[in-house]
Structure formats: C-alpha cells, structure tokens
C-alpha cells in the first residue's frame, strides 16, 4: 500500500512538473519594431547624405530586444522623395521635399519554436523628413564646357543637363553640396573646374558661404 501509495504521489509530481514546464515554456514571439533612429532631417540643418537605420526587434518569451536589421523587409513610402535599400541605407532621394515614413516590416510565420502564426506581420516605423534648402543665400553656378551628360545636387535644389550650357541654384549659406555627374555616352568621365574637393564624378562644397561657379567638361 505504502508503496503503490508513493508511485502515485511521485507519477503526480511528474505529470505536474510536465504541465508546469508546458505551461511556461512558450515559444520566443516578435512582438514590435523600433527603428533607430525614429526621425532623421536631410537638408541645410544636417550634412548628412545618407543614413544607417537599424531594426530593433522587441521578443517576448523571455523578453528580450535584438537587432534584426538585416531579417526585416525596408521600404519607403515616398520613393521619389527619400529611398532605402535592402540592407537599411536611407538616402534622399530626387527633387521633393517633406515628410515621409520608412517601414521595416517582419512576417511571422512561425515563432522560434517552429509554432505557426502564419499571416501575422510586425511593422515599425521611422520618419524622414527632406528639407527644401533652395532660398536666397549664396548662388551655385554650373557651367559646361564639353560632352554631353547630367549633374545633380544633394541636398536637393539642383538638376542640370549639359544641353543648358550653364545652370544656377541659390541654396542657404553654409550648406554642403554633393554634385554627381551623369555622363552619356559615348563620355564616361567628368573633368571638374572650381571644385574645391574633386573625386571622380562627384565634386564635394564643404559650405557654400559664397557665389561659386563649377566647371564641368564630360569626356
């Protein structure tokens, strides 16, 4: 008696710890997306050209946060105006300006324990916001002196093809340009003139504090 007694005693304790560990052993879920940093400015108030943004993963069971920058799927709602690639590169992007949301989105299928939760998607979002800098401060000029192609400015404010022969942009006074030449062919170089820090087919302006005029012969 006293020892069917204690079989069934320690087959309860068994079946209980079985049900507890059940119960608490739950399967890691994402459960949020935070995306760092949440608001990024492009324009005369930051230099910057492009951006790094990182995905914060927010788990539960254990609570834990992890960076999944590179398992979520980016993407920006206003392509025209700021775009964002595949690895989470954030660049201005075009001639608008404002606001637009950056997405990076997680379809959860299965949690880590392989449990489905097919359809469930975990999105979180960041802001950009492009500035119009173009105004009444110092005044851009390019000038063309040979071959055919395009040159652009970021921060957005100039767009000039070399049909134009010459081209001018006031921006306000102490922002960093970044010109990029778009030879067509049959040119496939640029040669600049004025440009205080040539590299290939960009020129960079630290600060425009001044009338500035660039050469630029495609060859």
Same mark, same amino acid.
Do not use: Q
């Given at each position: 008696m006293r020892v069917f007694l204690f079989r069934s005693v320690?087959? *309860?304790v068994a079946v209980?710890? *079985?049900l507890a560990m059940l119960s608490c052993a739950h399967d890691q879920q994402l459960v949020g997306i935070t995306i760092k940093p949440e608001t990024e400015n492009f324009g005369a108030a930051?230099?910057?050209l492009n951006v790094q943004l990182r995905a914060l993963g927010t788990y539960i069971h254990p609570p834990v946060t992890k960076d999944i920058t590179s398992q979520v799927t980016w993407a920006?709602?206003?392509p025209n105006m700021v775009t964002v690639t595949p690895t989470g590169l954030l660049s201005p992007f075009g001639f608008s300006c404002g606001n637009a949301l950056v997405s990076a989105t997680v379809l959860t299928n299965h949690s880590s324990g392989n449990r489905s939760s097919s359809g469930a998607i975990v999105t979180g979002y960041m802001t950009a916001n492009v500035a119009c800098v173009s105004g009444t401060g110092p005044i851009l000029t390019i000038d063309f002196l040979g071959g055919t192609g395009n040159i652009t400015s970021a921060p957005l404010g100039l767009s000039c093809a070399s049909t134009a022969v010459t081209c001018s942009q006031s921006f306000v006074s102490g922002t960093p340009i970044k010109l990029t030449a778009s030879p067509t062919a049959p040119f496939t170089a640029v040669t600049w003139g004025g440009c205080p820090s040539p590299s290939g087919l960009v020129c960079t302006i630290p600060s425009l504090t001044a009338?500035?005029?660039?050469?630029?012969?495609f060859n």
């Open positions: 320690a087959g *309860l209980c710890c *079985l930051d230099p910057a920006s709602n206003t009338n500035t005029t660039i050469t630029a012969t």
